[in-house]
């Protein structure tokens, strides 16, 4: 069963876009919604507010992604930096490998990485032209 729940947003002013509409797909986004809602560094942050074009080798077709995350925060410099951050379980990350899944389970978890690979390819494409920068994040960053 998948994790589904709406996030309610602290500090209103910060967030971009409907701060009434925020869900968490995962107990690892609400974490990370809690850390950008109250990060004093954090200036401004969305959740699927921003669509990137991007096309699947799977069946060859242009698609919308909406990254979990898009932040605008203060650097170390004193500088505003804006980040596209995604939040995947680390199994999702990496290619998989055959060894004693069932044929369909194989099949499927290729699909999901190529789809994904895809996603963060035009993403880090986006964040290249923008002057931003791409984050995956995993449970191994967001678990302490």
Known sequence: MAYKTKYKVQNRRKYIGNPDKVICRSLWERRVCKYLD??????RWGSEEIAIPYYSPVDKKMHKYFPDFIVE???????????????????QTLEPKKKRKSKKSYIS??????????KWKAAKRLCEDNNWKFLLLTENEILP
């Open 38 to 43: 109250s990060n004093k560094n954090i200036i």
């Open 73 to 91: 925060k203060i650097g170390k410099d004193g500088a505003v930096n804006t980040l596209i951050i995604e939040v995947k379980p680390y199994k």
């Open 109 to 118: 978890e290729c699909i999901t990485y190529e789809i994904n690979t895809a």
